[in-house]
Protein backbone atom coordinates (compact mmCIF):
# COMPACT_ATOMS: atom_id res chain seq x y z
CA UNK A 1 0.00 0.00 0.00
CA UNK A 2 3.01 2.59 0.53
CA UNK A 3 4.60 1.35 -1.97
CA UNK A 4 1.84 2.02 -4.02
CA UNK A 5 1.03 5.13 -2.54
CA UNK A 6 4.72 6.77 -2.89
CA UNK A 7 4.85 5.60 -6.52
CA UNK A 8 1.55 7.23 -7.51
CA UNK A 9 2.46 10.39 -5.69
CA UNK A 10 5.93 10.46 -6.84
CA UNK A 11 4.15 10.25 -10.77
CA UNK A 12 2.27 12.76 -10.50
CA UNK A 13 4.43 15.05 -9.32
CA UNK A 14 6.51 14.10 -12.24
CA UNK A 15 3.55 14.58 -14.58
CA UNK A 16 3.18 18.52 -12.79
CA UNK A 17 7.27 18.99 -13.73
CA UNK A 18 6.70 17.88 -16.98
CA UNK A 19 3.94 20.35 -17.53
CA UNK A 20 5.73 23.34 -15.79
CA UNK A 21 8.87 22.61 -17.59
CA UNK A 22 7.41 22.07 -20.81
CA UNK A 23 5.67 25.13 -20.50
CA UNK A 24 8.18 27.55 -18.84
CA UNK A 25 10.62 26.26 -21.68
CA UNK A 26 8.22 26.98 -24.27
CA UNK A 27 7.30 30.41 -23.11
CA UNK A 28 11.18 30.99 -22.41
CA UNK A 29 11.55 30.39 -26.32
CA UNK A 30 8.41 31.50 -27.61
CA UNK A 31 8.59 35.45 -29.73
CA UNK A 32 4.92 35.92 -28.12
CA UNK A 33 6.04 38.54 -25.29
CA UNK A 34 2.85 40.78 -25.68
CA UNK A 35 2.73 41.56 -29.23
CA UNK A 36 -0.22 44.31 -28.91
CA UNK A 37 2.60 46.64 -29.61
CA UNK A 38 1.46 50.59 -29.93
CA UNK A 39 3.32 53.01 -31.54
CA UNK A 40 4.97 56.24 -29.70
CA UNK A 41 6.61 59.24 -31.11
CA UNK A 42 7.43 60.54 -27.79
CA UNK A 43 9.84 58.17 -25.41
CA UNK A 44 8.52 57.91 -21.83
CA UNK A 45 10.73 59.49 -19.34
CA UNK A 46 12.54 57.54 -16.59
CA UNK A 47 13.95 57.63 -13.17
CA UNK A 48 16.33 55.52 -11.86
CA UNK A 49 15.47 54.25 -9.04
CA UNK A 50 18.42 52.64 -6.14
CA UNK A 51 17.77 51.81 -2.35
CA UNK A 52 21.25 51.54 -0.84
CA UNK A 53 22.72 50.02 2.31
CA UNK A 54 26.29 49.34 3.04
CA UNK A 55 27.37 48.66 -0.64
CA UNK A 56 30.80 50.40 -0.69
CA UNK A 57 32.29 47.37 -2.79
CA UNK A 58 29.78 47.65 -5.39
CA UNK A 59 28.13 51.25 -5.68
CA UNK A 60 30.59 53.03 -7.66
CA UNK A 61 30.62 50.40 -10.51
CA UNK A 62 26.49 49.99 -9.84
CA UNK A 63 26.77 54.24 -10.32
CA UNK A 64 28.97 54.31 -13.13
CA UNK A 65 27.53 51.49 -15.64
CA UNK A 66 24.48 53.69 -15.20
CA UNK A 67 25.79 56.60 -15.74
CA UNK A 68 27.01 55.70 -18.63
CA UNK A 69 24.01 56.32 -20.95
CA UNK A 70 23.59 59.70 -21.71
CA UNK A 71 20.31 58.87 -22.34
CA UNK A 72 20.01 59.20 -18.59
CA UNK A 73 17.75 61.51 -17.05
CA UNK A 74 17.46 61.37 -13.11
CA UNK A 75 19.27 58.93 -10.85
CA UNK A 76 17.53 58.79 -7.16
CA UNK A 77 19.70 57.03 -4.74
CA UNK A 78 18.44 56.81 -1.40
CA UNK A 79 20.65 55.85 1.35
CA UNK A 80 19.04 53.33 4.33
CA UNK A 81 21.82 54.45 7.26
CA UNK A 82 25.02 52.97 5.47
CA UNK A 83 27.52 52.13 8.60
CA UNK A 84 30.54 51.89 5.96
CA UNK A 85 31.87 54.50 2.99
CA UNK A 86 29.04 53.90 0.54
CA UNK A 87 27.90 57.77 0.95
CA UNK A 88 30.94 59.15 0.40
CA UNK A 89 31.71 56.72 -2.24
CA UNK A 90 28.30 57.48 -4.35
CA UNK A 91 29.48 61.41 -3.70
CA UNK A 92 32.28 60.77 -5.68
CA UNK A 93 31.09 60.05 -8.58
CA UNK A 94 29.84 63.73 -9.14
CA UNK A 95 27.41 64.01 -11.58
CA UNK A 96 24.65 66.14 -11.63
CA UNK A 97 22.03 63.33 -12.47
CA UNK A 98 22.59 61.60 -9.46
CA UNK A 99 20.54 63.03 -6.72
CA UNK A 100 21.66 61.44 -2.67
CA UNK A 101 18.98 61.56 -0.36
CA UNK A 102 19.00 59.99 2.99
CA UNK A 103 16.10 58.47 5.60
CA UNK A 104 15.72 60.26 8.67
CA UNK A 105 15.71 59.18 11.72
CA UNK A 106 13.02 56.74 12.95
CA UNK A 107 12.52 55.27 9.23
CA UNK A 108 14.72 52.51 7.84
CA UNK A 109 14.46 49.56 5.72
CA UNK A 110 14.52 49.10 2.04
CA UNK A 111 10.38 49.56 2.02
CA UNK A 112 11.45 52.79 3.41
CA UNK A 113 14.05 54.06 1.25
CA UNK A 114 12.05 53.38 -1.73
CA UNK A 115 9.06 55.22 -0.62
CA UNK A 116 11.37 57.81 -0.10
CA UNK A 117 12.89 57.51 -3.43
CA UNK A 118 9.69 57.25 -5.31
CA UNK A 119 8.15 60.21 -3.74
CA UNK A 120 11.21 62.35 -5.33
CA UNK A 121 11.08 61.14 -8.77
CA UNK A 122 8.94 62.75 -11.36
CA UNK A 123 9.35 61.29 -14.47
CA UNK A 124 6.21 58.93 -15.64
CA UNK A 125 8.36 56.05 -15.22
CA UNK A 126 10.49 54.16 -12.51
CA UNK A 127 13.39 51.89 -12.90
CA UNK A 128 14.61 50.28 -9.85
CA UNK A 129 17.84 47.94 -9.79
CA UNK A 130 19.82 47.24 -6.63
CA UNK A 131 22.86 49.15 -5.56
CA UNK A 132 25.48 45.98 -5.87
CA UNK A 133 24.39 45.55 -9.67
CA UNK A 134 25.80 46.70 -13.01
CA UNK A 135 23.60 47.06 -15.74
CA UNK A 136 24.20 45.76 -19.35
CA UNK A 137 25.68 48.72 -22.18
CA UNK A 138 22.17 49.31 -23.50
CA UNK A 139 20.41 48.85 -20.36
CA UNK A 140 18.09 52.14 -20.10
CA UNK A 141 17.86 52.77 -24.14
CA UNK A 142 16.61 49.34 -24.00
CA UNK A 143 13.99 50.05 -21.44
CA UNK A 144 12.92 52.71 -23.22
CA UNK A 145 12.61 51.02 -26.50
CA UNK A 146 10.70 48.06 -25.13
CA UNK A 147 8.06 50.54 -23.63
CA UNK A 148 7.61 52.42 -26.35
CA UNK A 149 6.43 49.47 -28.45
CA UNK A 150 4.70 47.10 -25.75
CA UNK A 151 1.54 47.73 -23.58
CA UNK A 152 2.69 47.47 -19.98
CA UNK A 153 2.14 49.04 -16.89
CA UNK A 154 5.16 47.06 -14.97
CA UNK A 155 7.26 44.88 -15.94
CA UNK A 156 10.96 42.72 -14.40
CA UNK A 157 13.90 41.80 -16.54
CA UNK A 158 16.54 39.56 -16.68
CA UNK A 159 18.76 39.09 -13.60
CA UNK A 160 22.19 37.12 -14.15
CA UNK A 161 25.26 36.50 -11.71
CA UNK A 162 28.72 38.39 -12.29
CA UNK A 163 31.19 35.49 -13.92
CA UNK A 164 33.43 35.79 -10.70
CA UNK A 165 35.56 32.79 -11.31
CA UNK A 166 37.11 32.97 -7.65
CA UNK A 167 33.90 32.78 -6.05
CA UNK A 168 33.35 28.92 -5.21
CA UNK A 169 29.91 29.09 -5.26
CA UNK A 170 29.37 30.81 -8.67
CA UNK A 171 28.56 27.37 -10.43
CA UNK A 172 26.17 26.94 -7.84
CA UNK A 173 24.36 30.34 -8.10
CA UNK A 174 24.08 30.59 -11.37
CA UNK A 175 22.00 27.39 -11.63
CA UNK A 176 20.11 28.72 -8.91
CA UNK A 177 19.39 32.05 -10.38
CA UNK A 178 19.17 30.92 -14.31
CA UNK A 179 15.80 28.52 -12.91
CA UNK A 180 14.40 31.59 -10.71
CA UNK A 181 14.17 33.46 -13.95
CA UNK A 182 12.85 30.98 -16.47
CA UNK A 183 10.11 30.26 -13.24
CA UNK A 184 9.60 33.97 -12.86
CA UNK A 185 9.08 34.40 -16.61
CA UNK A 186 6.30 31.89 -16.85
CA UNK A 187 4.61 32.90 -13.42
CA UNK A 188 4.26 36.25 -14.51
CA UNK A 189 3.64 36.32 -17.93
CA UNK A 190 1.58 33.12 -18.01
CA UNK A 191 0.35 31.62 -14.56
CA UNK A 192 -0.11 35.29 -13.14
CA UNK A 193 1.57 34.71 -10.20
CA UNK A 194 4.06 37.20 -7.86
CA UNK A 195 7.70 35.97 -8.68
CA UNK A 196 10.04 38.84 -9.11
CA UNK A 197 12.44 40.79 -7.66
CA UNK A 198 13.52 44.39 -7.27
CA UNK A 199 16.99 44.22 -8.93
CA UNK A 200 15.36 44.84 -12.50
CA UNK A 201 12.00 46.44 -12.17
CA UNK A 202 9.95 49.22 -14.05
CA UNK A 203 6.76 50.78 -13.35
CA UNK A 204 4.62 53.43 -13.71
CA UNK A 205 4.61 56.45 -11.45
CA UNK A 206 0.74 57.23 -11.09
CA UNK A 207 0.14 53.34 -10.91
CA UNK A 208 1.13 53.52 -7.30
CA UNK A 209 -1.52 55.53 -6.33
CA UNK A 210 -3.92 52.90 -7.03
CA UNK A 211 -2.47 49.76 -5.57
CA UNK A 212 -2.76 47.98 -2.35
CA UNK A 213 0.61 46.71 -1.05
CA UNK A 214 0.84 43.46 1.38
CA UNK A 215 3.27 42.84 3.82
CA UNK A 216 2.99 46.11 5.76
CA UNK A 217 4.91 44.36 8.56
CA UNK A 218 7.85 43.60 6.04
CA UNK A 219 10.75 46.75 5.70
CA UNK A 220 11.69 44.55 2.57
CA UNK A 221 10.27 42.61 -0.12
CA UNK A 222 8.47 45.62 -1.99
CA UNK A 223 9.45 44.18 -5.21
CA UNK A 224 6.93 41.32 -4.50
CA UNK A 225 4.09 43.20 -2.60
CA UNK A 226 4.25 45.95 -5.49
CA UNK A 227 4.05 42.82 -8.08
CA UNK A 228 1.44 40.97 -5.95
CA UNK A 229 -0.61 43.92 -5.65
CA UNK A 230 -0.39 44.90 -9.32
CA UNK A 231 -1.39 41.60 -10.94
CA UNK A 232 -4.36 41.56 -8.48
CA UNK A 233 -5.54 44.34 -10.31
CA UNK A 234 -6.90 43.06 -13.79
CA UNK A 235 -6.69 46.81 -15.57
CA UNK A 236 -2.86 46.53 -14.94
CA UNK A 237 -0.74 44.83 -17.51
CA UNK A 238 2.09 42.82 -16.09
CA UNK A 239 5.35 41.07 -18.05
CA UNK A 240 8.62 39.93 -17.87
CA UNK A 241 11.01 40.54 -20.56
CA UNK A 242 14.06 37.96 -21.17
CA UNK A 243 15.61 40.72 -23.46
CA UNK A 244 19.20 40.26 -23.10
CA UNK A 245 19.73 43.87 -23.70
CA UNK A 246 17.85 44.70 -20.77
CA UNK A 247 20.17 42.14 -17.84
CA UNK A 248 21.30 43.57 -14.77
CA UNK A 249 24.56 41.51 -13.32
CA UNK A 250 24.61 40.31 -9.53
CA UNK A 251 27.67 39.59 -7.58
CA UNK A 252 27.69 36.16 -6.26
CA UNK A 253 27.45 35.61 -2.58
CA UNK A 254 31.08 35.01 -1.32
CA UNK A 255 30.35 32.15 1.09
CA UNK A 256 27.73 29.96 2.38
CA UNK A 257 26.89 31.92 5.20
CA UNK A 258 26.51 34.38 3.21
CA UNK A 259 23.81 33.00 0.93
CA UNK A 260 22.41 31.25 3.50
CA UNK A 261 21.06 35.12 5.13
CA UNK A 262 20.12 35.90 1.82
CA UNK A 263 18.18 33.08 0.50
CA UNK A 264 16.74 32.94 4.41
CA UNK A 265 15.85 36.43 4.10
CA UNK A 266 14.17 36.03 0.94
CA UNK A 267 12.09 32.89 2.04
CA UNK A 268 10.86 34.46 5.11
CA UNK A 269 8.66 37.20 3.10
CA UNK A 270 6.38 34.40 1.96
CA UNK A 271 4.09 34.02 5.33
CA UNK A 272 3.13 37.79 3.65
CA UNK A 273 1.82 36.39 0.29
CA UNK A 274 -1.68 36.89 -0.34
CA UNK A 275 -1.63 34.91 -3.18
CA UNK A 276 -2.91 30.96 -2.59
CA UNK A 277 -1.69 29.76 -5.58
CA UNK A 278 1.74 30.93 -5.20
CA UNK A 279 1.46 29.22 -1.89
CA UNK A 280 0.30 26.26 -3.37
CA UNK A 281 3.07 26.44 -6.16
CA UNK A 282 5.88 26.64 -3.46
CA UNK A 283 4.24 23.91 -1.35
CA UNK A 284 4.61 21.26 -4.51
CA UNK A 285 8.00 22.35 -5.30
CA UNK A 286 8.48 21.36 -1.66
CA UNK A 287 6.96 18.27 -1.44
CA UNK A 288 7.97 17.21 -5.23
CA UNK A 289 12.13 18.31 -3.92
CA UNK A 290 11.54 15.96 -0.81
CA UNK A 291 10.22 12.69 -2.82
CA UNK A 292 13.34 13.09 -4.77
CA UNK A 293 15.45 13.42 -2.50
CA UNK A 294 14.66 9.78 -0.69
CA UNK A 295 14.61 8.35 -4.28
CA UNK A 296 18.72 7.59 -3.68
CA UNK A 297 18.32 6.93 0.29
CA UNK A 298 15.51 4.18 -0.52
CA UNK A 299 17.42 2.51 -3.02
CA UNK A 300 19.49 1.72 -0.05
CA UNK A 301 16.79 -0.04 2.32
CA UNK A 302 13.90 -0.84 -0.07
CA UNK A 303 14.47 -0.80 -3.76
CA UNK A 304 11.08 -1.34 -5.36
CA UNK A 305 10.14 1.80 -3.02
CA UNK A 306 12.51 3.89 -4.88
CA UNK A 307 11.04 3.54 -8.39
CA UNK A 308 9.04 6.95 -8.20
CA UNK A 309 11.21 8.71 -5.94
CA UNK A 310 14.14 8.28 -8.40
CA UNK A 311 12.46 8.55 -11.88
CA UNK A 312 11.37 12.09 -10.14
CA UNK A 313 14.92 12.99 -9.61
CA UNK A 314 16.21 12.13 -13.06
CA UNK A 315 13.45 14.12 -14.33
CA UNK A 316 14.32 17.52 -12.21
CA UNK A 317 18.42 16.81 -13.43
CA UNK A 318 17.11 16.55 -16.78
CA UNK A 319 15.46 20.03 -16.32
CA UNK A 320 18.12 22.09 -14.97
CA UNK A 321 20.16 20.77 -18.21
CA UNK A 322 18.14 22.03 -20.39
CA UNK A 323 17.80 25.29 -18.47
CA UNK A 324 21.16 25.58 -18.17
CA UNK A 325 22.28 24.26 -21.59
CA UNK A 326 19.84 26.51 -23.22
CA UNK A 327 20.89 29.73 -21.62
CA UNK A 328 24.52 29.34 -20.70
CA UNK A 329 25.93 26.50 -22.83
CA UNK A 330 26.88 24.58 -20.57
CA UNK A 331 28.16 20.31 -20.01
CA UNK A 332 25.75 18.10 -18.16
CA UNK A 333 28.41 18.27 -15.59
CA UNK A 334 28.71 21.80 -15.49
CA UNK A 335 24.81 21.79 -15.19
CA UNK A 336 23.59 19.02 -12.78
CA UNK A 337 26.68 18.32 -10.94
CA UNK A 338 25.17 20.55 -8.09
CA UNK A 339 21.31 19.40 -8.36
CA UNK A 340 21.02 17.16 -5.00
CA UNK A 341 22.82 20.05 -3.04
CA UNK A 342 20.17 22.19 -4.70
CA UNK A 343 17.46 20.19 -3.37
CA UNK A 344 18.95 20.10 0.30
CA UNK A 345 19.79 23.87 0.44
CA UNK A 346 16.15 24.70 -0.98
CA UNK A 347 14.76 22.36 1.50
CA UNK A 348 16.62 23.88 4.31
CA UNK A 349 15.79 27.11 3.97
CA UNK A 350 12.17 26.34 3.25
CA UNK A 351 12.71 24.81 6.87
CA UNK A 352 14.34 27.17 8.77
CA UNK A 353 12.26 30.11 7.47
CA UNK A 354 9.04 28.57 9.20
CA UNK A 355 11.08 28.40 12.90
CA UNK A 356 10.83 31.93 15.18
CA UNK A 357 13.61 34.84 14.55
CA UNK A 358 14.66 36.54 11.53
CA UNK A 359 17.61 35.57 9.26
CA UNK A 360 20.41 38.53 9.96
CA UNK A 361 21.17 41.06 7.00
CA UNK A 362 23.61 43.58 7.21
CA UNK A 363 22.73 44.18 10.60
CA UNK A 364 19.07 43.55 10.81
CA UNK A 365 16.37 41.02 11.55
CA UNK A 366 14.44 42.46 9.23
Known amino acids: MLWG ?7 VLCGLWIYAHKTAVQHWYADDQHQDTRASSNPPSINVLIAMRDEAPYIQDCLRSILADERLERLVLVDDHSTDESVLLAQQMDDPRLEIYHLGDGQQGKKAALALGRAKCNADWILQTDADCIVSDSWLSSWTDILSSHETDLACGLVRIHSVSKVRLYEFQRLD ?9 TAINHWKLPLGNAANLIYRRDMLDTLHMGGSEERSGDDIFLLEAALDDPEIKVAFFND ?28 SYRSSRLRLLLLVMGISYTIALLGPLLTLITPSLAVGPVLLLLYIIGCQHYVMESIYQTSFWQSCRFTVTHI ?6 AASSLLPGRALWKGRRR
Open 5 to 11: AVLVISF
Open 177 to 185: IAATMVLQH
Open 244 to 271: PRLQVFTPPEASWSALWRQRRRWAEKSG
Open 344 to 349: IFTLTI
